[in-house]
């Protein structure tokens, strides 16, 4: 079972680039999320998803994109890179969001701004 | 600022001492959980707690929700060194809200 599966693992884009950031589920869960992580900062939501089509955004969704066409994919898109947006990027499922629902995480992507 | 305030950031122990991880907050929360993250791998959920003064152990981790739901604490009883690694408390406020995370408390354990 692969569970979440983010790719790519690593990137290193100059300012100003694009570049989709790819996550896909097989666990059939409607809920999906975007977090950035930097040190010492935790995780930061950016976009979260209740299901196909649905798209919300998060507490950090400035120049970030995504799309949620199918249940098992949600993208997450940045369309003209900033060094501000060097990060480690995760995005995890769950099956609900009741009280005391686990997200399951993908291993992450790690993405540079130079 | 953090709504969730994690202490310490950072602890660095000897295998077999024992260790307390905090996660305090000025708001209520519905349900707090513990994650564990390894490098180069995304947060793994180790326990949730729902109920004010709830403990939950999970062998020699033992978790704590305080009374008036503010605020969690994680125990390591006897660490090892695979216990190493970076621990996230993480929790929703109201039923829909969304999880919010503490900044990490990042554990090494020497042999």
């Known amino acids: 079972n692969a569970g979440v599966t983010q790719t790519p693992k690593f990137r290193i884009l100059k300012i100003g680039q694009s570049m989709t950031l790819q996550c896909t589920q097989d666990?059939?869960?409607?809920?999906m999320y975007w977090y950035r992580q930097d040190p010492g900062m935790g995780l930061k939501l950016i976009y979260y998803?209740?299901?196909?089509?649905?798209?919300d955004k998060g507490e950090v969704p400035n120049g970030y994109n995504v799309s949620r066409s199918t249940t098992e994919d949600f993208p997450l898109r940045l369309e003209l890179a900033a060094p501000s947006q060097t990060s480690v990027y995760f995005c995890a499922s769950s099956f609900s969001e009741g009280r005391g629902q686990p997200q399951h995480f993908g291993d992450g992507t790690r993405l540079s701004i130079l | 600022t953090q709504l969730l305030e994690q202490s310490p950031q950072f602890l660095s122990i000897q295998e077999g001492e024992n260790l307390t991880v905090y996660c305090n907050s000025s708001?209520?929360?519905?349900?707090l959980q513990w994650y564990r993250q390894e490098p180069g791998e995304g947060p793994v959920l180790l326990v949730t707690v729902v109920t004010g003064g709830e403990v939950k152990k999970l062998k020699r981790l033992t978790f704590q929700f305080g009374d008036a739901r503010k605020d969690s604490s994680l125990h390591i009883t006897a660490a090892q060194t695979g216990d190493t690694g970076l621990y996230l408390c993480a929790g929703v406020r109201n039923q829909g809200g969304k999880l919010i995370f503490g900044q990490g408390t990042e554990l090494s354990v020497k042999p």
């Open positions: 998803s209740v299901g196909a089509g649905i798209t």
């Open positions: 666990m059939n869960h409607n809920y």
């Open positions: 708001s209520v929360f519905s349900s």
